[in-house]
């Protein structure tokens, strides 16, 4: 699989990156190898090419750049960018794949990706850490030589004029990512997905940290062993790791974010908080907490909460008749509802109940003892159904039937009101979606008349797109309030995830109005078995008698 990193630069000295390229290096300190003579050795096959320049002269030409537009002459601006193409090990032997190919392909990459920039492209065989895998390096200079054709990608309005600097953006990283796929693809290359997020990610400085910190310990054991003891730990761990490995623990026992909570307060001295629909862990050595996004995905939120369910779940098939299990309809899991905090809602399904009828009110069980007998006897079998419901759901008094009835109504209602909102969000984001649509396809125009000698003819010729991209741009300036508008892809993706949860929430809805009207069932037939009509009638035939 090929795989994309990216290093910014602010050193000044580009001639360090030929050295690098070049020469062989130290890979845990990154410092020059010396021979016996104190000479660098060359590395031993390297591929190298220059874009706009002559790889050899690339440190001249890019200070000559510099100069001549007056950039990168402060020493915290950013010089240079570093981009690293890394092939599968198994390309070598399965794809023969070959350094003078993996050339040929990413020089045809940087000349299609990074037009107008000084660029040196080297590919090596040597690969990291013996592994033998081909990589090429693309280092640019950060400023732009030549004038490009705009692509979709460039945010700023002079993002591929000659004098601007690069600006490596999450758009880009994506573009070039999805273009990498493609690549390899085509070639027939081992490749997997760079753009769903890692289940487990471990960056490119976590990595190193371990590498380091396993050679200090492996140092520190041999003194150890050598004095005749036997070491503790020989595997290093960094703290992003020992979070997983302590989340990978208590989340295969744990039913519910409480108990995932506890337990690993409790085993592990690590701290979880859930904010803004995320986790995020703090390390009993830290005082800043990791998010779940440092972590991966298999440590966030939804994926852990699916295991809470999973497990809730279980443990309720367990405990219920497994007759009927099987014919009760489940609900669907929502990954949006918090269901730590509400349990009972994954397992609650509606019931057969139906109300028991009150004889004394129904006119036509008082005109017909046939009906009324019969009326009676459907009463005698909801109860029945009624005592069982309550037994089975643990209702062991006529308070805490109540106190759920209020719980439910009271989320009901919540429910609503949240899908209220959300279809408040969706209207006002169609609108924005509309406009940016209607700002887009009228820009063009506006800028030409902007560019025009006589604006106002121009504005006659075009007033109709003058006005509506006017329009769309107040719209959007007032709802953004002075910042960058959103572009429409992103746009779109916050429809499609809030028309998501809009689908969720009437969901929601829907099972929370079926709860309640169950629950009102029971609470009505309870209040009816609890009635004493005979004691009634009794007292009624005294006062007949007193009267």
């Known amino acids: 699989m090929a795989v994309l990193k990216h290093i910014k630069s602010r050193n000044a000295d580009y001639s360090k990156a030929i050295e690098y390229l070049l020469f062989q290096h130290n890979e845990d300190t990154g410092k020059p190898i010396l021979d016996e003579q104190g000479r660098l050795p060359m590395r031993e096959e390297y591929y190298i090419d220059g874009l706009n320049c002559d790889p050899m002269s690339f440190d001249t030409e890019c200070e000559q ?41 990413c020089l045809e990459f940087a000349k299609k990706y990074f037009p107008g920039y000084q660029a040196l492209v080297v590919t090596h065989t040597d690969g990291h850490s013996g592994s033998g895998n081909i990589h ?75 590498r380091r910190g396993q050679k200090k310990l492996d140092q520190t054991n041999q003194k150890i062993i050598a004095a005749g003891m036997k070491p503790k730990k020989t595997v290093y761990q ?103 905090a509400d349990p009972i809602a994954i397992i609650f399904v509606r019931s057969d109940l139906h109300l028991v009828t009150d004889l004394q009110t129904c006119i036509k069980a008082q005109q017909s003892r046939a009906y009324a007998r019969k009326v009676e006897i459907s009463n005698l079998q909801e109860m029945a159904k009624t005592v069982v419901y309550i037994q089975e759901n643990g209702y062991d008094t006529r308070e805490n039937l109540q106190s759920r009835l209020t719980e439910i109504e009271s989320k ?42 006589n ?24 709802i953004n309030q002075g910042k960058r508008f959103s572009s429409l892809q992103s746009l779109t993706s916050q429809l499609e995830n809030l028309q998501n949860q809009q689908k969720t929430l009437k969901q929601n809805v829907k099972y929370y109005k079926d709860y309640l009207a169950e629950l009102k069932i029971v609470s009505s037939n309870v209040d009816a078995i609890l009635e004493q009509p005979p004691a009634r009638k009794q007292t009624k035939t005294r006062e007949e008698e007193l009267s």
């Not at 960018?81 to 023969?96: A, G, L, M, R, T």
């Not at 939804?302 to 008749?321: R, T």
């Not at 604006?455 to 007032?478: C, F, P």
């Open 136 to 210: 090429t390096h693309i280092v640019i200079n950060s400023l732009r030589k030549e004038t490009v054709e705009r692509e979709d990608y460039m945010d700023q309005p002079n993002d591929h004029v000659a004098g601007y600097k690069h600006r490596q953006t999450k758009k880009l990283l994506r573009h070039l990512q999805r273009n990498l796929m493609e690549m390899c693809e085509q070639e027939g290359l081992h490749q997997v997905d760079l753009l769903t997020p890692a289940p487990v990610k471990i960056t490119n400085e976590e990595y190193w940290a371990k």
């Open 455 to 478: 604006k106002k003819k121009s504005r006659a010729e075009h007033q109709g797109d003058i006005t509506a991209y006017e329009k769309a741009r107040n719209y959007l300036q007032n």
């Open 65 to 105: 750049l510099n100069a001549a537009f007056h950039k990168n002459q402060k020493w915290d601006e950013i010089k240079s960018h570093h981009y690293v193409i890394s092939f599968d090990p198994k390309d070598k032997d399965e794809c023969h794949l070959t350094g003078k190919r993996a050339q040929a392909l």
């Open 238 to 340: 960094t703290q992003k790791q020992y979070l997983r490995d302590a989340i990978n623990d208590v989340s295969s026992t744990a039913s519910s974010f409480d108990e995932f909570q506890k337990l690993l307060l409790e085993k592990y001295k690590i701290s979880v908080s859930d904010k803004r629909g995320r986790y995020s862990y703090l390390h009993p050595d830290r005082t800043q907490p990791i998010t779940e996004r440092a972590l991966g995905t298999k440590y966030g939120r939804a994926e852990l909460i699916n295991k809470f369910v999973i497990k809730l779940k279980e443990s309720s098939l367990e405990n219920a008749p497994s007759n009927d299990w099987d014919k009760r309809p489940q609900v669907d899991y929502d990954p949006t509802y918090d269901y730590h």
């Open 412 to 453: 009901y209602d919540s429910s609503k009101e949240d899908l209220g909102s959300i279809n408040s969000e969706i209207k006002s984001l169609k609108d924005e979606i509309h406009f940016t649509k209607q700002y887009l396809a009228t820009k063009k125009v506006y800028n030409q008349m902007l560019k025009s000698k």
